[in-house]
C-alpha cells in the first residue's frame, strides 16, 4: 500500500503551496506515534495515512500543541477521540474531511433544520484556468453548515435557503461569495491569491513558506505578465517589483532591456542571473511569457547567496506552469490565448521642411560671415524639383520613409495541460511575430516547451521538461551613435529625394552631388539618392540593405531531475540542465554606389555560425524536520556548470548579381575571409542552506556557497559566499494577536556575500601572440606581426558585494492590505576593473585588477491592497524605492571616462560620486552682448554663445572647469498596479515611473547644433538666439557654432517620467452563455499609451547595458505604444 | 525499498565525484600563447619587428593624425570635414588652446607610446631570446638580429621625435615596465639624448643596410642607414632651433652640425637622387615614388583584402565631398596657395580648387564641387591626397596604393641646406641643395596634372628652361637664402606633416599664426596663440591615470 502511495503533500507545497491534501479512498485505520506533537503534525500523519483532509480554523491550528498519542492501526475516529477529548475539541468528518472545531463551539455541521425551503444544492469550483479545485471550504451564511469540494471540485451542501450566501474559500484562492438565487448548479470559479503566509515562494534550490522567508523576495504572479506585446518578460515586470529598474535599451523587437536590481554595483556586467525551472540562464528573451507561472526576484543576499558566483546582481527564478495532478482519471484543459496590436512610434521629432531648412542653411552661413548656401534662385529651383518629383514642396520627410505605420504584433498560444494523481504535463506552442517601427526590425519567436512530472514510486519522483525555441530578427542599424538608422532619419536633410532614378528638374548645383552616373538600370540598389548636405546614409537604402541581414537562433532548453524520498524528512534531488543554442546570422551587401558616405565596391555575402552548449548538473540532499516548536529545513549540494562555445564566419565577394537567387557564398567569386574562435567555461559549487524556526516565530536562514570559477587563475578559483538572516513574525506574539487590524507582521534582517566573476576568460594570463595582422615590405609583400597580445593578472579574483537588508512585512486589515518595507545597503569590493595603465607604458591592454568599490542603497516598499464589495473587487498595488549609488574607490585609480556619442566623454566614474555621472561644462546662460563678454573670461566667445562657468575660478575656460553636471541615476523609482473587476469586466492599469534623474540628450548635439548642417526640429529657427531674440536657453545659428558643442548642461534635461504603461479592459462571457467551453475572456489594451514628462527628447527611459553611459541619450530607435485586442479560451 | 534509493544515491553521488576532476576548472583560452611558445615559433623575431612598424599603418592613429596636426592646426590647411562637430579635435588645437582632453593630441600620443612600447617589448625580446630565433626552419643569424634591433631603433627614435614635436617633454620609457611603474615626464635635453643614442646605435650599426643596396622589391619600407641619417637630421634641426629660442640648454650649432653631417653622409654616400618629375610622387598611382631613389621611407599601401589589407582613412578622409565622394577633410588655406610662386608647378600638384575637373573613369568629367560642407571658407582640398579615379580599384578611394611618404630626398637637400647656413658653412653647397629641389619643380616638372582636365593652378604655368631657371628662379647668394630655404620647405613639403615642426623651430609659431587669424579669421584659426601655446598639453587622462607623478606642463597648468 504504502509503496505504491505519493507524497502529494510534499509535492504541492513544493509546487503550488496548498496546505491541504486531498481525500482518498485510503484506508480509514491509523498507526500514530508523537509525543508533545502539535495539531498540524498530527493531523499530516493523518492525512498522510488516510487520504482524508482536515479543516481546522488557523488559529487552533497554531495553538494546538502537546499531543501524545501511541496507537497501531486503530480506527480513525476512535484515536482521534483520544486525542480531542482531553484538549477540549471535537470533530466530524464530512466527505473524507475531518472538521475540528472547539467542543464549546456549536457543532461543525449544522443543525438539521425545520425549514421548509430549505434544498440541496451542488456544483463545482474551479480554478481560473478550468482546473477543478478540491478542498476547497464551502460554508453558508447565518448556519454552520459547511463542507469542501472533492478532486473534481464538486460539491453538495444540503438545507440551503435562498437568499443565504454561501462562502467558497481555500488557502492559495482569494475567497468568493454567491448568493443563493436558485437552486441550479453552481459553477465557481476562485481567483488564485497572492495571499497569506502560508503561501510558498520558489527560492534557490528549493521553496520555502512566506512565513519563513528571512530574506527579501519579491513574487511576481505569472498573469501580471501577460497581455503585453513585449517579446521578453522581464520587460512586463517592469513597475512591478520595487527596486527592480528595468529600462528599454532600443526599441527595436528583440533588444533585452536592462534590468538592474538594486542599483548598479559594478562597471562590468550587472544583469542578473535568471533561473527557470531550475536552469540558470543570462537572458530569458526566448521563454513565451504565458508558460510562467511565477518569477521570484531574490533581492538580498540572504535570498541570493546560495547562487552565490551569480548572484552579485540579484536572482530572478521563473517557475514555468505544470499541469494539474488531481484526480483518479486523466483531466485535461486546452487553452487558447491570442492577441493582435498596432503599434506606433511614442512621439517623434518635427523635423524642418525642405523651406524652412534651406532657410535654416543659409542662415547659419550668413551667421558665420559666409555667403547663403542657397541662392533665392536655387531655392525656387530646389522646390519646382521637390514638386515635380513629389509632387508636394515639402521634401523629403525621412521618418514617414522607414516607419513601419501601425507595425503589427500578434501572438498565438495554445496550452493544453492534464494530468491526474501521479502524472501530469504541460505543452504549450508560442508565436509571436512583431514587426518593429523601423521597417526590416521585425522579429518572431516559436517556442515550445513541455514540463512532465510523474511520480514512479511513492519514493521517487521524476519530473522534466523541454524547450525548443527559434528566433530570428532582422536588422536594422542601432546603437551606432550619429549613424543609427532612427536619428539619421530625422538629421538627413529633406531636399535629398528617396530615388535618383527618373529625377526631373534638378538643379544643376546638386546634380553632381547625386552621382547620377552611379546608377546601374540592372541594380536597384543603385536607385537611392545619396543624402546631399549631410555625411549620413540614405536611411531608406540603409534600412533595405540592413534588412537582409538576419539573426537566426535555435534553442533547446531542458532539464530532467529525479527526487528520491530518502525518509519523511530526508530528500535528495538530481538534477541536469542542457542549453544547447545555435545562432546564425546570414548577411549580404549588394554592390552599389550612392556616393563617398555610402557604398559598397563588392556584393559581399557572408554567414556566420556559432554554438554554446551549456550543461549544469545539480545534487541536493535536504532535511525537512519539524519537532514539537522546532522547525529545520537544511540542504547541501553541489553544482557544475560548464560552457563549451564556437563560432566560425565566413563571407565572400564579387557576386555576379545582386539577385537573392545568389546570396550564397558559393556564387561569391573574390576575396574570401573565415574567421573562428572557441571558448570553454566552467563553474564547480558547493552549496548549504539551514534553515530553523521556533514556534513559527522566531527563524534564522544561513548559507554558504563555495564556488570555483574557471575565469581566475589556479590560486585564485575559489570563493566562498555566506550569508546569515533572521526573522521575527511578532504578529504571533501574544501582544499582537490582541491587535485586531493586524494580520501579521514580521520584523527581517540579513547580511551576507555574494560573487561576480564576469570577466573576460584567461584575464589572468599574460599572452603573446604570432597572428596580429600584417605590414608590406616591398612590393606588397605581406609580413605577419606578432608579439605580446595581452598582459594579465595571475592575482585576479572573485569580486565580492556585501549586503545588509532589514526588512519589515506587515498584514491589516484580514490580509486586504500588505505592507512590506525594507532598506539595503550593498557594497561592492574588489569590483573587477580593468584600472586603466596610462598608455605611455605601451602596454596593449589594460589588465583587470580587483579594484573598486562601490555602495548601493535604499529604500524599498510595496503596499497592496485586495478588496470586494459586493460584486465590485479592485486592488491596488504600489511600490516605490530610492538608491544611492556612490563609488566610494577606484583602487588608485584614476577617474574613468564614459562615452556615449563619438569621441565625446559624457560620463566619469570617480570615487565619491555616482557611477557614470555626467561630465561636463556648466553653462550660465547666453552671452547676450559684447559687453557681457568683455567682463567675462571665455575666450573667443561672441553673443549668442553658450557661457562657460569658470568652475575653479583661473580665469581661463579649460578642461579643469569641467564638472559634474547630472546624475543619472533616479532618487525614486515607483510602480502602480490597480485591478477591477465588477460583475464580468475586469479592468487593470500599470503605471511606473522615476524621479529625480537627469538625462544626457546628446542627440542635440547634432540636432540642434545650429551649424545647418543636420536637419533640425523645427522650433530651432524661433527658440535660438539673435539680437532680436534674446534667448538664454538655445545659442545662436550659426555654421562655425563649435564652441557651443562641448559636452555642458546645456544637453542635460531631467528625465522624470510617470508613464502610463498598460491599460487593460477584459470582458468574460457568462457561462450560462457558454456550453462545453469553460472560459472565454476578450480583452483590449494599451500599453505605453501615455507618458508624462519634461524630457525633450523621444522616450525618457534610456537604459544602456553600460553603466558608463547610462542615460545617454544616443537617438535610440523610438519605443512603441500599441493598442492590442486579445482573446483568453479555454475548454 | 530504502535499498534502491540507497543504490541511487551512491550511483549518483560516486559519479558526481568522478565528474568533478581536478582540471575541471582549468579552462584556458584558445589560440594563445605563452611567451616561452611564442620565441619558439617560426618567423617570431621578424614579427616582433613588424609590430613595431605596425602603428604607422594606423590610418587615422598617424597618417590623418600627423597630417592633422603638422598642417590642419596651423596655416597649411584646416580642418575640414562635413561641419564644426567633424572632428572638432583638429580646429579646437589650431585655435591655439587645446583642452588637456583634446582627443586629436591624446591620439597622438597613445598611437607614438603604442609603438614605443612595442619597440620596447621587441627589444626586452631579443635580448632574452634572441639567440634561439628561428626563421624559416633556420636559426636566425647574429646578422640578421642585429638588423632586427637597429630597425627597432630607429623606430624608438622615430616614435620619440614624433612625440617631442608635439609635447615636448614627455616620459621616457626605454624598457618594458612594470604595469605599477608611474613614470615623470623626462626634460627636452634626456629626450634628446635617447633620440641620438638609438639612432646612432642604428646609424652605426654595420648591418643596418643603405637604402641603395636595399631590394625594393621585397624591402621598401624598411629602415635604412639613410632614413636614420636623416631622422638623425631631422630631430637636430628641431632640437637646434629650441636651443636658439631658450626653448632648451644645448649649442644650437653643435646639433645644427650632427643634421650637417648626417646628411651630407646621405647625400654622399646614399646614392640617391629626386624623381625628375614631381607628378611621380603624386599623380595617385602610386607606382614609381615609393619604389624610387627619392622616396627614403613611408607606409605601403595596397588593398588586398586575403591579407586584411585596406587602404589608408586618408585616402577617403581628405577629399572632396559631393560628387567627388571623399569626406572633406584637410582643406588647405588661401594662405599656402598665395604662398607659392604662380609658376610653380607645385602649386597645383599641392592643391585642388573648387570646380577643378579630373576624368573619370568612365571618360565623362569630375567636376569638384568643395561647396557645402565645412570648406566653404577656402574651397581647396589636398592634391597629394587625392587619387583620381582610374587609380583607384572598383573606384572606391579606400582602394588605392595612396601612401604617406614620410621622408623624401628632398627633405634631406633642404635640411642639409639650412644646417649649412646655420653652421657657416658654404653657401655655394647650401644653394646647390636648394636650387636642386627647385630645379626639379620648376624645370624637370611635367606642368600638367596628368589625370586632370582642367586645373585652375595650371593656367599660370608654363615650361621652364635651365637657363630660365637660372636667370629667374634659382635663389642665388644675393637672396634671403635661409629665408628662401624656408619658403621651399613650405612649397615643397606642404600637407606632408612638416609645418608645425618647422614653425615651432624657427620660432614663427605664435608671429605665423596671429597674423593668419588677423588676416583671415575663418574658425577662429589662431585666435589663441601665444607663447603658451606650444607644447600642447600632455592628455588629462594620462596626467590622472599616474597618479600625479605626470605632470601638466607649466603653460597648461
Not at chain 1, 138 to 158: H, P, Q, R
Request: one cysteine or more.
Amino acid at each position: 500500500m504504502y509503496k505504491n502511495r505519493i507524497s502529494i503533500t510534499l509535492m504541492l507545497i513544493l509546487t503550488i503551496g496548498f496546505m491541504h491534501a486531498f481525500a482518498r479512498g485510503y484506508s480509514q485505520k491509523v498507526s500514530l506515534k508523537l509525543t508533545n506533537a502539535n495539531l498540524k503534525e498530527l493531523m499530516t500523519q493523518i492525512q498522510k495515512q488516510t487520504g482524508y483532509d482536515y479543516l481546522v480554523s488557523q488559529k487552533l491550528l497554531n495553538s494546538v500543541d502537546r499531543i501524545n498519542v501511541n496507537v497501531e492501526q486503530k480506527d480513525l475516529e476512535v484515536v482521534l477521540s483520544k486525542c480531542f477529548e482531553p484538549l477540549g475539541l471535537s470533530f466530524e468528518i464530512r466527505d473524507k474531511t475531518i472538521f475540528i472545531k472547539h467542543k464549546t463551539q456549536k457543532s461543525a455541521v449544522a443543525d438539521i433544520s425545520t425549514r421548509v425551503q430549505q434544498q440541496k444544492i451542488s456544483g463545482t469550483v474551479k480554478n481560473n484556468q478550468g482546473l477543478p479545485i478540491s478542498g476547497v471550504t464551502i460554508t453558508v451564511s447565518g448556519s454552520t453548515a459547511a463542507t469542501s469540494t472533492d478532486e473534481a471540485g464538486s460539491f453538495s451542501l444540503d438545507r440551503v435557503t435562498i437568499g443565504q450566501s454561501l462562502s467558497f474559500s481555500i488557502i492559495g484562492y482569494l475567497s468568493a461569495q454567491f448568493k443563493v438565487q436558485n437552486y441550479d448548479a453552481l459553477s465557481v470559479v476562485l481567483e488564485e491569491s497572492v495571499k497569506g503566509l502560508d503561501e510558498v515562494v520558489v527560492v534557490g534550490y528549493g521553496t520555502q513558506r512566506k512565513r519563513d522567508l528571512t530574506g527579501s523576495v519579491e513574487q511576481i504572479s505569472g498573469k501580471d505578465l501577460k497581455s503585453m506585446p513585449v517579446r521578453n518578460a522581464t520587460e512586463a515586470l517592469q513597475g512591478q517589483a520595487a527596486g527592480v529598474q528595468i529600462t528599454s535599451t532600443g526599441g527595436s523587437p528583440g533588444t533585452p532591456p536592462a534590468v538592474r536590481i538594486r542599483g548598479i554595483g559594478t562597471v562590468n556586467d550587472n544583469n542578473p542571473l535568471y533561473v527557470v525551472d531550475g536552469l540558470p540562464q543570462s537572458d530569458i528573451g526566448w521563454l513565451n511569457p504565458n508558460d510562467i507561472l511565477s518569477m521570484e526576484v531574490l533581492k538580498d543576499a540572504s535570498a541570493t547567496a546560495i547562487y552565490g558566483s551569480r548572484a552579485a546582481n540579484g536572482v530572478i527564478m521563473i517557475t514555468t506552469q505544470k499541469g494539474p495532478q488531481t484526480g483518479d482519471e486523466l483531466t485535461n484543459l486546452i487553452n487558447f490565448d491570442a492577441y493582435l496590436g498596432l503599434q506606433n512610434p511614442v512621439k517623434v521629432y518635427d523635423m524642418m521642411n525642405a523651406t524652412e531648412f534651406m532657410d535654416y542653411k543659409n542662415l547659419a552661413n550668413t551667421n558665420a560671415g559666409l555667403p547663403a548656401f542657397f541662392s533665392e534662385e536655387n531655392k525656387k529651383e530646389v522646390l519646382q524639383f521637390l514638386k515635380s518629383n513629389t509632387g508636394s514642396t515639402e521634401g523629403t520627410n525621412w521618418w514617414k520613409e522607414i516607419n513601419q505605420k501601425d507595425a503589427v504584433i500578434q501572438n498565438y498560444d495554445i496550452a493544453v495541460s492534464g494530468g491526474m494523481k501521479n502524472l501530469s504535463y504541460r505543452t504549450s506552442l508560442n508565436y509571436l511575430d512583431q514587426e518593429g517601427i523601423i521597417q526590416g526590425s521585425n522579429y518572431d519567436r516559436i517556442s515550445f516547451r513541455t514540463n512532465i512530472e510523474h511520480n514512479l514510486r511513492s519514493w521517487l519522483k521524476f519530473s522534466a521538461n523541454i524547450g525548443v525555441v527559434s528566433e530570428g530578427r532582422g536588422n536594422v542599424l542601432e546603437g551606432s551613435p550619429g549613424f543609427n538608422t532612427a536619428f539619421i532619419a530625422f538629421v538627413a536633410d529633406p531636399i535629398s529625394p528617396v530615388y535618383r532614378n527618373n529625377l526631373q528638374d534638378i538643379p544643376d548645383f546638386l546634380k553632381a552631388g547625386l552621382f547620377l552616373d552611379r546608377i546601374d538600370p540592372n541594380n536597384p540598389w543603385s536607385m537611392y539618392s545619396p543624402i546631399l548636405m549631410t555625411n549620413k546614409e540614405n536611411p531608406v537604402a540603409q534600412t533595405e540593405i540592413y534588412k537582409n541581414n538576419r539573426w537566426k537562433g535555435k534553442a533547446i532548453k531542458g532539464g530532467g531531475s529525479v527526487d528520491v524520498k530518502l525518509t519523511d524528512w530526508l530528500r535528495f534531488r538530481s538534477n541536469i540542465g542542457v542549453d544547447l543554442s545555435t545562432g546564425v546570422s546570414n548577411s549580404f551587401t549588394p554592390k552599389y554606389y550612392l556616393n563617398g558616405n555610402q557604398f559598397n565596391s563588392d556584393a559581399t555575402v557572408g554567414v556566420s555560425n556559432s554554438k554554446t552548449d551549456y550543461y549544469v548538473w545539480e545534487n541536493v540532499l535536504s532535511l525537512d524536520k519539524r519537532w514539537e516548536d522546532h522547525y529545520v529545513t537544511a540542504l547541501v549540494g553541489t553544482s557544475a556548470e560548464q560552457w563549451k562555445s564556437e563560432s566560425s564566419g565566413a563571407s565572400k565577394q564579387g557576386l555576379v548579381s545582386n539577385a537573392e537567387s545568389q546570396w550564397i557564398i558559393d556564387a561569391a567569386s573574390i576575396n574570401p575571409q573565415a574567421s573562428g574562435s572557441k571558448w570553454e567555461s566552467a563553474l564547480n559549487s558547493y552549496f548549504s542552506r539551514i534553515f530553523y524556526s521556533y514556534k513559527d516565530r522566531y527563524m534564522v536562514t544561513a548559507n554558504f556557497r563555495y564556488d570555483g570559477s574557471s575565469n581566475f587563475g589556479k590560486d585564485n578559483k575559489w570563493g566562498a559566499f555566506p550569508s546569515v538572516s533572521a526573522g521575527w513574525n511578532f504578529g504571533e506574539e501574544g501582544f499582537a494577536r490582541n491587535l485586531n487590524w493586524l494580520s501579521s507582521g514580521k520584523l527581517r534582517a540579513s547580511w551576507g556575500r555574494i560573487g561576480n566573476q564576469n570577466i573576460g576568460r584567461g584575464a589572468y594570463l599574460t599572452t603573446y601572440s604570432g597572428n596580429q595582422g600584417y605590414y608590406y615590405f616591398g612590393q606588397y609583400n605581406p609580413q605577419l606581426s606578432g608579439g605580446s597580445s595581452s598582459i594579465g593578472n595571475a592575482a585576479i579574483k572573485w569580486e565580492k558585494t556585501e549586503q545588509m537588508d532589514v526588512g519589515l512585512d506587515l498584514s491589516f486589515l484580514d490580509r486586504k492590505l500588505d505592507v512590506t518595507l525594507d532598506y539595503y545597503k550593498k557594497t561592492t569590493d574588489g569590483m573587477l576593473l580593468n584600472v586603466p595603465l596610462p598608455n605611455y607604458l605601451g602596454y596593449s591592454n589594460s589588465p583587470w585588477s580587483n579594484a573598486g568599490k562601490v555602495e548601493n542603497k535604499g529604500f524599498e516598499l510595496a503596499v497592496k491592497y485586495t478588496n470586494k464589495i459586493g460584486e465590485f473587487g479592485y486592488s491596488i498595488a504600489a511600490n516605490a524605492a530610492t538608491l544611492k549609488n556612490k563609488v566610494l574607490s577606484l583602487g588608485g585609480g584614476e577617474p574613468i571616462p564614459g562615452g556615449g556619442w563619438i569621441s565625446y566623454t559624457t560620463t566619469l566614474t570617480e570615487v565619491g560620486m555616482p557611477i557614470g555621472y555626467y561630465y561636463g561644462f556648466k553653462t550660465d546662460g547666453i552671452f547676450q552682448n559684447q559687453a557681457e563678454i568683455d567682463n567675462y573670461v571665455q575666450a573667443g566667445a561672441v553673443p549668442g554663445d553658450l557661457r562657460f562657468v569658470d568652475i575653479n575660478k583661473d580665469g581661463v575656460i579649460n578642461s579643469s572647469d569641467r564638472t559634474n553636471i547630472g546624475d543619472p541615476f533616479p532618487d525614486l523609482t515607483y510602480g502602480l498596479n490597480l485591478g477591477a473587476s465588477y460583475k464580468n469586466f475586469d479592468f487593470r492599469v500599470l503605471a511606473q515611473g522615476a524621479i529625480g534623474n537627469d538625462i544626457m540628450n546628446i542627440v542635440k548635439i547634432d540636432m540642434k547644433s545650429g551649424v545647418g548642417w543636420y536637419n533640425a526640429p523645427k522650433e530651432l529657427m524661433s527658440d535660438a538666439w539673435s539680437p532680436n531674440n534674446p534667448s538664454n536657453s538655445q545659442f545662436k545659428i550659426s555654421s562655425s557654432n563649435q564652441s557651443n558643442l562641448q559636452i555642458s548642461d546645456w544637453l542635460v534635461e531631467d528625465g522624470s517620467y510617470l508613464r502610463i504603461k498598460s491599460v487593460q479592459l477584459g470582458y468574460t462571457l457568462p457561462k450560462h452563455l457558454l456550453r462545453s467551453v469553460n472560459n472565454l475572456r476578450f480583452w483590449v489594451s494599451g500599453y505605453n499609451l501615455f507618458t508624462f514628462t519634461k524630457y525633450t527628447g523621444l522616450d525618457p527611459e534610456i537604459g544602456s547595458n553600460s553603466p558608463l553611459s547610462m542615460g545617454v541619450d544616443q537617438g535610440y530607435y523610438p519605443v512603441a505604444k500599441s493598442w492590442m485586442f486579445g482573446v483568453n479560451l479555454s475548454f | 525499498m530504502k535499498f534502491n534509493r540507497l543504490i541511487i544515491l551512491t550511483a549518483v553521488a560516486a559519479l558526481g565525484v568522478s565528474a568533478c576532476k581536478k582540471d575541471y576548472l582549468n579552462r584556458d583560452p584558445y589560440g594563445i600563447l605563452d611567451e616561452g611558445e611564442f620565441f619558439k615559433t617560426d618567423g617570431a623575431g621578424l614579427k616582433m619587428l613588424t609590430s613595431c612598424y605596425q602603428p604607422m599603418a594606423d590610418g587615422w592613429g598617424y597618417t590623418v593624425n600627423k597630417v592633422a596636426i603638422m598642417d590642419e592646426s596651423v596655416d597649411n590647411a584646416d580642418a575640414g570635414g562635413s561641419d564644426p562637430g567633424d572632428r572638432p579635435q583638429t580646429t579646437e588645437v589650431g585655435r591655439g588652446r587645446p583642452l588637456s582632453s583634446n582627443a586629436l593630441l591624446n591620439e597622438t600620443w597613445s598611437n607614438r607610446y603604442r609603438g614605443i612600447g612595442k619597440c620596447n617589448q621587441a627589444l626586452a625580446g631579443y635580448q632574452k631570446e634572441g639567440a634561439n630565433l628561428v626563421q624559416n626552419g633556420v636559426k636566425v643569424s647574429a646578422e640578421t638580429l642585429a638588423r632586427y634591433i637597429a630597425e627597432v631603433k630607429f623606430l624608438r627614435a622615430w616614435y620619440y621625435l614624433d612625440l617631442v614635436t608635439v609635447f615636448k617633454s614627455v616620459p621616457l620609457i626605454t624598457a618594458v615596465e612594470d604595469p605599477s611603474v608611474r613614470k615623470p615626464k623626462a626634460s627636452i635635453e634626456e629626450l634628446r639624448t635617447q633620440i641620438y643614442s638609438d639612432l646612432d646605435e642604428a646609424i652605426n650599426s654595420p648591418h643596418l643596410p643603405r637604402l641603395a643596396s636595399m631590394s625594393s622589391a621585397t624591402e621598401a619600407g624598411r629602415a635604412s642607414k639613410d632614413a636614420a641619417l636623416t631622422i638623425k637630421a631631422r630631430a637636430a634641426l628641431f632640437f637646434a632651433g629650441l636651443m636658439e629660442n631658450a626653448q632648451m640648454q644645448g649649442d644650437a650649432k653643435a646639433d645644427y652640425e650632427l643634421a650637417r653631417v648626417a646628411t651630407e653622409d646621405v647625400i654622399t654616400n646614399g646614392n640617391l637622387s629626386l624623381l625628375p618629375d614631381f607628378n611621380d610622387l603624386y599623380r595617385g598611382d602610386y607606382k614609381v615614388g615609393p619604389f624610387s631613389k627619392e622616396v627614403l621611407f613611408g607606409v605601403l599601401r595596397n588593398y588586398d583584402p586575403a591579407f586584411g589589407m585596406g587602404g589608408d582613412a586618408f585616402a577617403i578622409m581628405n577629399v572632396g565631398r559631393n560628387n567627388v565622394g571623399g569626406w572633406g577633410g584637410n582643406t588647405p588655406t588661401r594662405d599656402l596657395a598665395s604662398s607659392f610662386d604662380s609658376r610653380d608647378p607645385r602649386k597645383m600638384l599641392t592643391i585642388i580648387s573648387h570646380e577643378d575637373i579630373f576624368l573619370a573613369s568612365n571618360g565623362s568629367n569630375e567636376v569638384h564641387n568643395y561647396k557645402g560642407y565645412f570648406n566653404d571658407f577656402n574651397l581647396q582640398h589636398s592634391r597629394k591626397a587625392f587619387v583620381p579615379q582610374q587609380y583607384r580599384q572598383n573606384n572606391d578611394l579606400q582602394r588605392s596604393n595612396w601612401q604617406p611618404y614620410w621622408i623624401r630626398y628632398a627633405e634631406v637637400l633642404l635640411i642639409n641646406a639650412e644646417a649649412t647656413v646655420k653652421t657657416g658653412g658654404s653657401t655655394v653647397t647650401a644653394l646647390d641643395r636648394l636650387n636642386q629641389v627647385r630645379r626639379r619643380a620648376f624645370v624637370t616638372t611635367v606642368k600638367k596634372d596628368g589625370p586632370a582636365v582642367y586645373r585652375q593652378f595650371a593656367k599660370d604655368l608654363k615650361d621652364i628652361t635651365d637657363q630660365e631657371f637660372n636667370t629667374t628662379y634659382a635663389i642665388t647668394s644675393s637672396d634671403d637664402v635661409l629665408a628662401a630655404i624656408k619658403k621651399e620647405r613650405r612649397n615643397e613639403l606642404a600637407l606632408e606633416g612638416f609645418r608645425l615642426y618647422d614653425l615651432i623651430r624657427w620660432g614663427t609659431y605664435v608671429s605665423t599664426m596671429k597674423t593668419f587669424y588677423t588676416t583671415y579669421g575663418f574658425a577662429d584659426k589662431g585666435r589663441d596663440v601665444t607663447d603658451k601655446s606650444w607644447p600642447f598639453p600632455i592628455p588629462q587622462v594620462e596626467i590622472d591615470r599616474s597618479n600625479n607623478v605626470l605632470v601638466q606642463h607649466d603653460n597648461y597648468l
